[in-house]
């Protein structure tokens, strides 16, 4: 099963630039060759940023949370055991960084039931939905109004459909269950599709109609 | 009566993400064909999940990669947890506590009148103890403290050093 995942997640992952799959370069890197984590930072930045941009909702914070997530996951590489895919346990650093960083900044960021989250991104994000409502493109509804939901919710849809994860990893990233997580991504998409129809019904429309 | 519309889009969007069980399959698909209410349920949750699919990755500043080199330039690799957490100390120190527990219950028990009459039920073996007993030796009690309390803070400065020596050697 193990070695199931991790040769998907390697043949995803593996010949974009370096050429090199994720062992490969952490091996190189490892063994004192600092300039190969430079392909490990190309093949995750934009996941790693998405992620990040889904707790921080602005994109200045997010560079600076990630560049850090970098920074961190460089200096604990040695223990990184390889009993799981890379991405898996980067995502794990990613998760750790931003609630630290939401801790931080006093967000509340557990609570799921939580509408006073909603209400923050959503004035956070006000000025990309109208925007979004010009473009009228699926794709930037989607995105925004993914951007609309709390971060618990807008992290675990990324990592169910943008960062490859099992719901199995999904859970090892967030310390739960894997009923747990399965149970929070139904209750996140449940919520989606309220944000989609409250804050964009009319291209909501146009798509089922 | 109101159908349950969480309990259905439960079930189908394990339906859709396929953890559901065969079994569950089945029906689920039987339902789909005979009952037009999960099927205007199911094409609507199949367009979150393609709309969804179709979401797209944000993407950092061009100088992203440049910066975290330029950081990690100044950096080294810490040393794995496992090399300088040695195992044999934790489980020395886990001997310890049950050896200290199990020494203190043994003495504890040795100083109870169990000749004293009475009924034989668990409960009077309980009430028969005397707990004032387990630490009526002060002076002793404080020597063992001191001891665990300097055996702790050299346990700690033990393992900070070799932590340091690694960090030097990395």
Redo the contacts between chains.
Sequence with gaps: MYVTCRQNGLSYTGRMSTGLNDSEIISK??SGD??A??GL??RY???V??LA?RFTKN?ED??EV??DI??KA??????FKGTSKFSTWLYTIVNNTCITFLRKKRLQTHSLDNEGVFEVADSQDSGLRANLVEQKS??A???SA?GLLGPDDAEI?TLF??SEQT?EEIAQILGLETNTA??R??RA??R??EK?QQHFSEEVKD??N | MEPDYTEIEERLWNYIDGTGAAGERTAIEQLLQSNAEWKVKYHELLEVNELLRSSELEAPSMRFTKNVMEEISRLHIAPATRTYINKRIIWGLGIFFITMILGFLVYGFGQVNWSAEGDMTISNYVNKIDYSKFFNNTYMNVFMMINVVLGLFLLDRYLANKRKKFREEA
Excluded: G, P
């Design positions: 890197v490892l600092q300039q984590y430079a930072v190309n930045q934009t996941y940023f998405t941009l994109r997010a560079e990630s560049q970098f920074i460089y200096r604990a590489l040695a223990d699926r794709v509804m989607v995105n993914i849809i459909y943008k719901l399965k149970v991504l139904h998409r449940t989606l599709k989609m798509i089922y």
